[in-house]
Structure formats: C-alpha cells, structure tokens
C-alpha cells in the first residue's frame, strides 16, 4: 500500500495550487479520501474529505469556498484544489484514507484514517 501527495510549492496570498495524491491500493473507491495540515508548532488539522458513496464531501470552516476536494477513482488519485491562498495555509499537507464505514463524526479525526502518504510542503508568502 502506497500513499504520496504531491503539488506543494512556494506560492503567494490569492495564488493557487492544485495537490494530488496517489493511491496504490486495492479497492480505492471504498475509501474515504481525506486531506489534513500540519503547520510549524501545532497539530495535524483536518482540511477536508470525500465519501465515495453518495459523493459527499467535508470541510474545515477556514477552507470553505476557496478549496475544493474531488477524486477519480478510475485511477485511484484525490485532489485539493486551493484556491485564493493565505499566509495561514502554510503547512505540510498530507492525504490519507480511511474505510468507507468511518462515521461522519470520525471523518474529522485523524486517528480514523488508518493509510497515510508523505506530506507536500505548501508555503504561502504575505
């Protein structure tokens, strides 16, 4: 099982940046893909994820409007689309999966994914 997310770069505020991440893992479309943060001194936050089944996504307050998560299942990728960056963006980003049974409470918490790529490193300047 194989997990990377690339796309990070040094952009600056209102740019944009697209992450993907690729999966190599059987059965990809059962898993919820899911996106998390990690900036210098604080905790891993969740950013965002998507429910295969009914197509649902999730959001973190602080990214709503301006980024958007999709993913293609034909070729096992998830995406982070990010637009209209911050300063308060910067972070190592990392993409993760969890079963498709996570309940929706649970999809917020990293400890419910149980599959994660090495992060991509987004830096936004003022």
């Known amino acids: 099982v194989q997990l990377q997310a690339s796309g990070g770069g040094l952009v600056q505020a209102g740019d944009s940046l697209r992450l993907t991440c690729a999966a190599s893992v059987q059965d990809f479309r059962s898993y919820v893909v899911g996106w998390f943060r990690q900036a210098p001194g604080k905790e891993r936050e969740f950013v965002a994820a998507?429910?295969?089944?009914?197509?649902?996504?999730y959001y973190t307050d602080s990214v709503k409007g301006r980024f958007t998560i999709s993913r293609d299942n034909a070729k096992g990728t998830g995406t982070l689309q990010m637009n209209s960056l911050k300063p308060e963006d910067t972070a190592i980003y990392y993409c993760a999966l969890a079963p498709g049974s996570t309940i929706t409470s649970s999809m917020y918490s990293a400890r419910s994914y149980n599959i994660w790529g090495k992060g991509t490193l987004v830096t936004v300047s003022s």
């Open positions: 998507f429910r295969n089944r009914g197509g649902t996504t």
